[in-house]
């Protein structure tokens, strides 16, 4: 039977646009890339299953399947029916509808809350009572939030094991106090709240220092776990102790970090020879099975260690974090480290900002308030904090926000435009970017594509007084400063220069804020090359070229690549693979060791297979990264992709100089008013009292 034939009519008191065939009214969305394949292959499944299911649940069941494309963990049906199209952001970004197709809104006009979720709960299909454990139904039905089951069951077990571990007291470690003012002794803060973080954290199993940029997570991280260890090691038992991140590239950062930091600790030889510098992706912490959704460390095979840190937790998704939780053994300390107003995971749920609600406004209890004034010796009372108990804010009692920048000073505009960005101030940003004052802030209204000013910015202008970095530094630097073709290829001059070619594009970075449409990643990417090809700067601006640089798009542990990792394509000498056969210039792709060892890999072209030109990345893909300059392009339209939290981690980005690149005024303003929302039901303050 054809989709047209299916008699797929809804009940009498639905709209007329319903009481048509609800699955080829999906089949068109999908032909022109509103949904995915697999939102529809959903509803179909569930057509098959259960062949009385009505429309609107097989509108629901794709619906939120597409959420959670969007990095929604679920579908909320009253938010949806308030506003159908920017709910759901259909039309997608830079698209408009065609005449023979409904909006969401239309397709959905007159259908009330109640009546959709009446609908939903007489389905077979759905569990609208999902206290019960060994229900299998496919969806879940929670209040208006309709939930794939496997979200949903993600969802609950994050809940359930973070209120075990916030009910949690391990031991405090010997000599806290002590040890407290001895790794803060030179302090300046009042109330230092790194020295405040690091009480807070030695007191619980779980525990999240959150900050902005420059705030001194890392700092604060490297002393928590030397006031950790100091007293095990004295005791001939130290703690296992592991550091993970998201990312290849932000392990590889805080690798970099941590190793300087721990160097530096006014602590004994041994403390810091059981401070671990070198970090794992979550992935391989965890143990990635391939080709599955599983991994090798679960609850039946937990973690073997007793402290872990997790960094740039923003990025982490809910699916993720329910994961990492199965696999920590109980007695474990899991401490989480991110900015909270970053961007959250591309994909579904946004954990970090959903555990950090109260981070701002503190929300601490009496008894916690008057316990880190003793134990810190510092009074908060001046701070400005909200008062808040345990029951009704637990998780705050086990977080911390660092409020004071050493990155980002007074005087800085970059520092200032994140502040008023955060606040959702549009007109204070606006005025900000204008003022003088400021060098570290540029902003330029763009014509177009082939507009004189903005191949200049991207070129870079190393003549000017203060040159801003631009991709011209690295190619000429590439050609400048070639080793001789005759160079050994064991001579470590290749590597010198393939490393310095890296680190002078990593100087500057194009940020988009959407992929598709003239002024997104896929088409600057095209005309950024073919710019820097007209210029003379790239022998060509498709396929594999010597200059250019690609992202990893998957991780590849057969290669030691990861998701988010940068190279950049190299002629170098090369070593015959056969006795006898001379040295030959081949071309490779230069990626950096991650490591902390300062190394490179090079790669054979051929070999990467998930990799995308990078001249120009998404703002999400730039996370766990820093440029020294870095450059936002707004699109011509307002998207409900455009939020505060983009624009901030764009401009964050950047540790010297700040561009922002518009192309229409007012979407700039836009953005900045409008926050970022992802649906989800992490609600610790209802569920900690009963984690089970």
Request: charged share 20%.
């Amino acid at each position: 039977m054809s989709i047209e034939q299916l008699d797929l009519l809804a009940p009498s008191e639905a709209p007329p646009a319903l009481n048509t065939d609800v699955l080829h009214q999906l089949e068109q969305w999908v032909e022109v890339g509103w949904l995915r394949a697999l939102d529809r292959a959903l509803a179909v499944f569930l057509l098959d299953l259960a062949p009385d299911s009505e429309p609107l649940v097989l509108l629901a069941a794709a619906l939120a399947s597409h959420q959670l494309g969007h990095g929604h963990v679920c579908l909320d049906l009253g938010a949806t029916l308030q506003a159908p199209d920017l709910s759901l952001s259909l039309p997608p970004e830079g698209q408009e509808a065609g005449r023979d197709i409904l909006l969401p809104s239309q397709l959905l006009g007159g259908v009330t809350t109640q009546a959709w979720c009446d609908a939903l709960a007489a389905s077979p299909m759905v569990d609208n009572q999902p206290g019960g454990e060994h229900c299998e139904r496919p969806l879940v039905l929670h209040g208006q939030r309709l939930y794939l089951r496997r979200y949903w069951r993600y969802e609950r077990q994050v809940v359930a094991a973070l209120g075990r571990r916030l009910q949690a007291r391990p031991a405090l470690p010997a000599g806290l106090e002590q040890g407290l003012e001895r790794l803060f002794a030179d302090s300046r803060q009042h109330p230092d709240w790194q020295k405040l973080a690091c009480a807070l954290a030695a007191r619980g199993a779980f525990s999240i220092i959150t900050g902005g940029p420059g705030t001194g997570k890392t700092t604060t991280v490297v002393r928590l776990l030397a006031l950790l260890q100091e007293p095990t090691v004295t005791a001939g038992q130290p703690l296992r102790i592991r550091l993970a991140a998201p990312t290849g590239k932000a392990a590889a950062r805080l690798t970099e970090s941590i190793g300087r930091q721990v160097g530096s600790l006014q602590v004994s030889a041994p403390v810091r020879e059981h401070i671990p510098t070198q970090v794992a992706t979550l992935h391989r912490l965890l143990g990635s099975r391939p080709d599955t959704r599983h991994f090798r460390h679960h609850a039946g095979n937990p973690l073997a260690l007793d402290v872990l840190v997790v960094d740039e937790a923003s990025m982490i998704d809910l699916e993720m974090m329910a994961s990492l939780l199965a696999a920590l053994p109980p007695h474990a300390r899991l401490v989480l480290l991110g900015d909270k107003d970053q961007l959250a995971s591309v994909e579904a749920g946004a954990v970090l900002g959903d555990l950090c609600r109260d981070a701002e406004a503190g929300r601490y209890s009496e008894d916690t308030r008057q316990w880190l004034e003793q134990v810190g010796g510092q009074s908060i009372a001046a701070a400005g904090l909200q008062p808040g108990d345990v029951d009704r804010h637990p998780l705050a009692q086990q977080t911390v926000m660092l409020r004071h920048s050493h990155r980002f000073g007074a005087d800085s505009g970059i520092g200032e435009l994140a502040r008023t960005v955060n606040r959702a101030d549009a007109q204070a940003a606006r005025q900000v970017l204008g003022q003088r004052q400021y060098r570290d802030l540029h902003s330029h209204l763009a014509s177009g594509l082939e507009d004189p000013r903005l191949a200049t910015m991207i070129l870079g202008n190393a003549a000017a007084a203060d040159p801003l970095p631009g991709y011209g530094d690295y190619l000429t630097l590439l050609a400048q400063q070639r080793p001789a073709s005759d160079l050994p290829a064991d001579d470590p001059a290749w590597e010198d220069w393939a490393r310095s070619v890296l680190e002078a594009f990593d100087r500057f970075q194009v940020l988009c804020a959407v992929r598709k449409g003239p002024w997104g990643v896929e088409s600057l990417n095209r005309h950024l090359a073919g710019l820097l090809q007209r210029r003379g700067l790239l022998p060509a601006a498709q396929g594999w070229y010597e200059g250019r640089p690609v992202l990893v798009t998957r991780n590849d542990y057969g290669l030691g690549l990861m998701n988010g990792d940068i190279g950049i394509a190299l002629t170098i000498r090369e070593r015959p693979l056969h006795a006898g056969e001379p040295e030959r210039m081949v071309l490779r792709v230069a990626f950096p060791r991650n490591d902390g060892s300062g190394r490179l890999r090079f790669v054979l072209p051929s070999r990467l297979s998930e990799v995308e030109t990078v001249f120009a990345m998404t703002v999400h893909k730039s996370q766990g990264s820093e440029f020294a300059h870095a450059m936002l392009v707004l699109p011509e339209t307002r998207s409900p992709l455009l939020t505060k939290e983009l624009v901030y981690t764009a401009i964050t980005r950047a540790s010297r100089d700040f561009t922002l690149l518009e192309t229409r005024t007012g979407v700039f303003e836009a953005a900045v008013a409008q926050p970022v929302r992802r649906l989800s039901g992490l609600d610790l303050a209802v569920e900690v009292s009963s984690p089970d």
